[in-house]
């Protein structure tokens, strides 16, 4: 997925501090915290209600082998 580097999170925190003060920053952060929660919370609901209605989802049979393949050794 997407990764920060820690040069790239401290970068991006600077300029959070320098837009938003140091007063309003740790509010930021709870209330995206906050959402991330609720977000999280509200994708499981909605998971276990499709359990509910259709079942839990079965495993996948795992493919078939493919036979190898083998030289034509006739001659036309």
Request: glycine fraction near 10%; aromatic fraction near 6%; charge should be neutral.
């Amino acid at each position: 997925m997407f990764g920060f580097h820690p040069t790239e999170l401290i970068f991006v925190l600077i300029i959070a501090l320098v837009i938003f003060g140091p007063k309003r920053l740790p509010e930021i952060g709870s209330a995206v915290g906050k959402g991330i929660r609720e977000f999280r919370k509200a994708t499981s609901e909605i998971g276990e209600v499709k359990d509910q209605v259709t079942g839990p989802a079965l495993p996948r049979p795992a493919p078939a082998a493919q036979p190898a393949e083998t030289a034509d050794t006739t001659t036309a």
